[in-house]
């Protein structure tokens, strides 16, 4: 994560990110999956803007391919572009929520701990 400050309600940032996804319950869909994603927030006097790309890479080699974005009331949405494999055809909606917040971000680059739950529905071909 790179950060920047202009003051104490306006900074910016951007980071790439890598985890595993976790179904709730475990062994459901998505479960297991790699994700990486890059992404830039801006956040001025307590709004966030911004964008960020994930690709995510189940088990069996499928891939997908999802964008997401805060939309005009501050909520990042999210929706799939694309899809091989399995997730061929496949369409998602729905929000991200912060389940842990990064902590001790300052300027400069950094690793973070940081965790969000996708709530939403997907449909497959």
Known sequence: MTFIEYSPTQSAW???QRGT???D???GM???DDVQCVGTTASLDGRQSGSLACIAVAQ???KRFT???YDADGKMQRETVGGTGKYDGLVTTGTVHTVKEPQGIKQGTQTVDYCARNVGTYKLK
């Open 67 to 69: 964008r997401f974005w």
């Open 25 to 27: 319950p475990r062994g």
């Open 21 to 23: 996804s976790v179904s």
């Open 30 to 32: 998505f479960d297991g």
């Open 14 to 16: 951007s980071y790439s």
């Open 60 to 62: 069996d080699g499928a």
